[in-house]
Structures are given as C-alpha cells and as structure tokens.
C-alpha cells in the first residue's frame, strides 16, 4: 500500500506533467506581465514623474518600487496559480473528479497542487528577484530573503481562494476576485507609493491587507532596512492567513471532492 507522501508525490507528479506541455502559456501571466511593470512604472513613469526621494525613505523610486511589485506579483500569481485551475479542475471533465476516484483522498488531491502552487510562485518570485538584482533595484543581500518572503505573500492568498474555489460550481466567479480583491489591493498597498502618503484615517485600512505585510517585508529585505520584531510580525500575519486558508481547503476539499 502506498504511503501518504507517496500519494502526494502521485498528485503533484501529474501537475507537473500538466506543466511541461502548458507552461509556454504562463510564462506572459506569470512572468513577462509584472517585469513590463516594473520596466515601465519603475525605469519609466518613476523617472519622469520624479518622486520625492523623501516620502520614499530617502531610495530613488526603482528601488522602492521594485520590491512592491515583487509581493503584489506574487499575490497575483497565488491566486492564479489556484483559483482558476481549481476551479475548473473541479468541474466536469477536471482533474479532480477522476483524481477523486482513484485511491486518492481528497487531502492527498489537496496537498500535491499545493506543493505546485508553491513550487510555481517560488520559481516566478526569484525570477523577478533576479530581474530586480540585473536593474539595481535591490540595495542588500538580504533581497535573497525576499524571495521565500513572496512565496509566503503568494500562499496566504493562494490557500484561501483554493479553499473557495473549490466549492464552485463553475469558473465565472473566480474573475470578481481580479476586480473586487486583486486590483484594489494593487492600488492601496503601498505598491505605488508609500502608505504614509495616504489620509491619516485610511492608513489603518491599509495596514490590515494582507498585501501591506508582504510588500513591507519584501521592501525592507530588499532596502536593507528590515526590523526583526516587525518582520516577524509580518511573517506571522501571512502564515496566520495561509493556516487559516488550508484548514478551510481540508474541509471544502473533502466535502466537495467526496460529496
């Protein structure tokens, strides 16, 4: 009888033969579409509107940039590296009923697009990381630490929408998210600029995303500014939401996959 782990590896395995033959078509999504960003808001528009350098921490705007688009790519990358494929996955002709009718429980179903999900935003962080190193955007070593910091960003969005898409019927809600969730969270993050630039009553609002704590920890590893107590205070937040995301998919994933 095969183990656990071994299940896991099974269902895992299978998303990475899926990949080998779709990956070309991720790549502009993944990829190609947050380092256009970077190249035109951080090398383009930064320059030519000229920030003040002051409400920027006293860093040139490519370099404070940078970072932000570095966490809300990966929160972007999280949620579509899980809700649409599980939610169409889920559905008739998905992976998941015929994975469901095999010996694989529903946890073993869970855990092996887990493992790709994380190992897909993993890979897609330290390519942009590597970007931001070539353009001089990071200014400390520590930017390596930045790369498992998007990853943790992208999982705390990514096992929450897994959790709910799972439980859909069909595919067409999972693009409110990219309009009620992703593009507001883009905007008001601190991304684009420094939340102390915003009215003093909204600041609060902001500090409460889940983006905020993963921009600030990605900018302060990469500026080299990062303050230990606050980071562990942001990995906290993050993992607190990721936990809470996967004891939900464990309950949605064994109803919805077994029902």
Not at 222 to 247: C, E, K, M, N, R
């Amino acid at each position: 009888m095969a183990t656990a782990d071994a299940m896991v590896f099974r269902a895992y395995h299978y998303w990475i033969l899926r990949y080998r033959r779709t990956w070309r078509g991720t790549v502009v999504i993944s990829i190609a579409n947050p380092l256009l960003f970077l190249v035109a808001v951080g090398l383009g528009i930064g320059r030519l509107v000229g920030p003040d350098p002051a409400a920027l921490g006293g860093v040139d705007y490519l370099a404070f940039f940078a970072p932000g688009m570095l966490a809300a790519a990966a929160m972007q990358n999280g949620i579509i590296e899980s809700a649409f494929p599980v939610a169409f996955n889920r559905g008739p002709g998905g992976a998941y009923p015929v994975a469901a009718g095999t010996p694989l429980e529903p946890e073993d179903i869970l855990h092996g697009h887990l493992l790709f999900m994380a190992s897909r935003v993993t890979l897609s962080a330290a390519v942009f990381a590597a970007v931001m190193v070539a353009f001089g955007a990071a200014q400390s070593p520590l930017v390596l630490l930045a790369v498992p910091a998007a990853a943790l960003t992208a999982m705390a969005f990514a096992l929450p929408a897994a959790a709910w898409a799972v439980t859909l019927p069909d595919i067409r809600p999972v693009n409110g998210i990219f309009k009620w969730v992703v593009m507001p969270l883009y905007l008001f993050s601190g991304t684009f600029f420094a939340v102390s630039q915003l009215p003093e009553a909204v600041r609060p609002l902001v500090y409460a995303t889940p983006l905020w704590h993963g921009v600030d920890l990605c900018r302060s590893l990469s500026l080299g500014t990062v303050s230990w107590p606050l980071a562990i205070v942001h990995i906290g937040y993050l993992a607190a939401l990721g936990a809470v995301g996967y004891l939900l998919a464990r309950r949605t994933y064994r109803r919805h996959l077994h029902a």
